[in-house]
């Protein structure tokens, strides 16, 4: 979930001929001098310096393999400011066909909403315009048990993070606002995840030990919650937009989201279970029947064994999937004590959370040939599409989430004006969405750039707008939706045409007007925000953290 970390970085133009200006005009996200480990911390105050071991490390897929797939993409998926993903796929193919799909994202309430944060309040905006349920939501647990936030002190900040998210153009009546704090249905959720979780995961995930108070934990609890909340209604293809630390809470949240299933689905070839290394493994040497079976109509669990063994490095390399010794000699077992039982090609379901009921309703719904055990059913003429979706359908007839695995997209953190990381701590770092417009163009102003030490310099040499936090705020703010004008700041910049003075001056004016504009419309919406069915006063006043 989005905390009060601060939005997008910069990553590398595919072609500068045919692609907007990324915010660093193509620097190789490869080569970042002093890369570090990387360490996602929800709540630590790191910053990212090498995107591309988010994609080696974490399994995050790049956002421009679904971009062509993506229908009116936002600018800042265009300019890769949004720049991976997690299973993003179900969420576009919803959104292009018009089907139920969701956003949500939330704020923790730690001080003003600032540049940053209007970057998530965007993807929530333009997931709704086209066409998701959207909810935006008061992260108050979490703000008052892992940061201390006194009540007064999160009310205060609840309030301004709703007014700038409706004056952005958040529409209340097609979406949902809420805070954790009063929200029952969400804390039953919470309640109910967290009979799927155990303390070793937390230790594991995010560092807990025996100091860490149980409301910390409960906080997490809720998070997921708040992640599978769009779903309690029906499941839906639903988008958490977050930047890359809060990654954990992502993956946890699928994990969980897999737990609470009655039923798990997945294929097989023969009576007993495999792993999913093993389960690819198997698959194709059944793809490879011909060259050792007796019967190839009829595979024998001992003959693929037997030829499995037998295969050097170049055979194993010749079956398009990763093998390594572990897992070749655990799959050589199983086919080994499968003996002469056949290799056939099904699905299967795993009795996860199923009631007896349920599972005996599924069984019956099965059409066509099927093979009943203690614990899972094999059916062998249905896909996996079509077993997922009945298994799903199952479920909810008796009362399950059949929750579908939450996506995620993730953006770049944003350079800091002072340069560094931006930072609510740190004034001068950042521009609150709150600043008089007058204190925002000083900002931009006395902010570093990425240009060269003279003007003359920079005529010869060009400035490095992939190092400049001005040139950041022209193409992740000011330049709105117009990448025309973001790819010509870029390239003055960096041809020589464009000295740092005038580039400032310009974005310091973009600023005031954005701002002025921005606090009109706060004002403009503070009627329709009295009106809204969220709390703006807790009920958990006069409690101070720690207390409850």
Not at 119 to 128: G, K, P
Not at 133 to 157: C, K, N, P, T, V
Not at 286 to 301: G, L
Request: proline share 5%.
């Amino acid at each position: 979930m989005t905390r009060d970390h601060d939005a997008p970085e910069r990553e590398a133009a595919d072609d500068e001929q045919t692609r907007p200006a990324r915010p660093d005009g193509g620097a190789d996200a490869d080569s970042a001098a002093g890369a570090d480990d990387v360490a996602l911390d929800p709540w630590g105050s790191s910053t990212i310096a090498d995107y591309r071991k988010l994609f080696e490390e974490f399994g995050i897929g790049e956002f421009d393999d679904v971009l062509a797939e993506v229908p009116n993409p936002h600018y800042l998926m265009r300019r890769g400011v949004i720049f991976g993903h997690r299973d993003y796929e179900p969420v576009a193919e919803a959104l292009r066909e018009g089907e139920e799909a969701a956003v949500l994202s939330g704020f923790m309430p730690t001080g003003d909403p600032h540049i940053g944060h209007k970057l998530v309040f965007d993807e929530i905006i333009w997931h709704q315009e086209q066409g998701a349920d959207a909810y935006g939501l008061i992260a108050d647990l979490e703000a008052h048990s892992a940061r201390g936030m006194s009540w007064e002190e999160i009310d205060e900040h609840a309030r301004d993070y709703l007014l700038s998210l409706l004056a952005l153009g958040f529409d209340p009546e097609e979406g949902e606002l809420y805070r954790q704090s009063e929200n029952r249905e969400l804390q039953d959720l919470a309640f109910e995840l967290g009979s799927k979780a155990n303390f070793s995961e937390f230790q594991g995930i995010y560092g807990f030990d025996g100091e860490t108070n149980v409301s910390h934990m409960q906080s997490v609890v809720t998070q997921m919650a708040d992640i599978l909340y769009p779903q309690l209604d029906e499941p839906k293809p639903t988008v958490i937009p977050v930047g890359p630390d809060q990654d954990p809470h992502v993956r946890f949240a699928r994990d969980l989201a897999a737990r609470m299933r009655f039923f798990g689905v997945t294929e097989a070839y023969a009576s007993f279970e495999l792993d999913d290394a093993e389960r690819a493994l198997v698959g194709a040497v059944y793809e490879k029947r011909d060259e050792y079976a007796e019967e190839p109509d009829r595979p024998r669990c001992e003959e693929a064994g037997a030829w499995l063994a037998e295969l050097d490095d170049a055979d194993l390399d010749e079956l398009g999937v990763v093998v390594d010794d572990r897992v070749r000699e655990s799959a050589v077992e199983k086919l080994d004590n499968g003996g002469m039982e056949p290799l056939r090609p099904r699905v299967r379901f795993l009795d996860l959370n199923a009631t007896d009921e349920a599972f005996e309703s599924l069984v019956e719904a099965i059409d066509g040939e099927k093979r009943r055990y203690d614990e899972h059913v094999d059916a062998f003429d249905l896909d996996p599409e079509a077993a997922g979706e009945l298994a799903r359908e199952v479920e909810l007839d008796h009362g399950g989430y059949g929750f579908v695995p939450p996506s995620s997209i993730y953006h770049r953190f944003m350079t800091g004006l002072t340069g560094g990381k931006m930072s609510s701590s740190i004034p001068a770092s950042h521009i609150s969405l709150l600043d008089d417009p007058e204190e925002g163009y000083d900002k931009v102003k006395a902010a570093t750039t990425g240009g060269r030490d003279t003007a003359e310099e920079q005529r010869e040499l060009g400035g490095k707008a992939d190092e400049c936090p001005v040139y950041e705020l022209y193409a992740y703010l000011l330049a709105g939706d117009d990448d025309e004008f973001a790819k010509e700041v870029y390239d003055e910049c960096v041809g020589g045409e464009r000295l740092c003075g005038g580039c400032k001056e310009q974005a310091a004016e973009l600023m005031r007007e954005f701002l002025e504009d921005h606090q009109e419309k706060r004002e403009e919406v503070e009627a329709l925000l009295e009106d809204l069915d969220i709390s703006l006063t807790s009920s958990r006043r006069g409690v101070a953290p720690g207390d409850d």
